[in-house]
């Protein structure tokens, strides 16, 4: 069986119990996210940085600044879901946002947004009572979401991208 180069570790499934230890283990994915990425491109040139991690997929340049991006978008989320009622997001097309020209920016830019955007996440988490994480939001796409589901999701972002950017430094040696 071949590795699979667009799921390193596996799909995202919503449908889990949000118990006190996922919250715990959750929001210290997300605290340690920033360091996570920082090591995983740690040493990495240019030419490495504007690498596909998959055939046919974005490089590690565009990977770095979709975190920065979808995290971003993330939090916002959270602050709509923590002072609305069950509010529709707007989704975005993250495919499209990879492509602009701030995707070819040197990825400094996204690590600083990212290492401030998880500290102040981190601190919002932290405050959040176990009824603040039953609060909802409807995605469009994709129906209704608890924050504790959002916060699973995007602790498995989070790893999701830095095992690409891993997996594709062992495949090449780097």
């Known amino acids: 069986m071949s590795e699979d180069f667009s799921y390193p570790i596996g799909k995202f499934d919503k ?3 949000f118990t006190p230890e996922l919250k ?23 030419e490495q940085l504007d690498t596909p991690y998959r055939p046919g997929g974005w490089t590690v340049r565009q990977t770095v600044h979709h975190v920065a ?7 916002i989320r959270f602050k709509l879901a923590l002072t609305e009622d069950a509010p529709t ?8 946002w990879a492509e602009l020209a701030d995707s070819l920016l040197p990825i400094e830019s996204s690590l600083k947004i990212t290492e401030g955007l998880h500290l102040r996440w981190t601190r919002l988490l932290n405050s959040m009572n176990d009824e603040d994480f039953h609060r909802k939001l409807i995605h469009p796409e994709t129906g209704e979401w608890t924050l504790g589901q959002m916060l699973g999701l995007y602790a498995w972002h989070g790893r999701h991208h830095t095992a690409h950017i891993k997996r594709l430094r062992e495949r090449n040696g780097w």
Do not use: C, M, T, W
């Open 24 to 46: 715990k283990q959750f929001i210290g994915e997300v605290a340690e996210l920033p360091q996570k990425l920082n090591a995983a491109i740690e040493n990495l040139n240019d």
């Open 15 to 17: 449908n889990f119990e």
């Open 89 to 96: 997001i707007r989704p975005y097309y993250e495919d499209r």
């Open 69 to 75: 991006d979808s995290h971003l978008n993330s939090l």
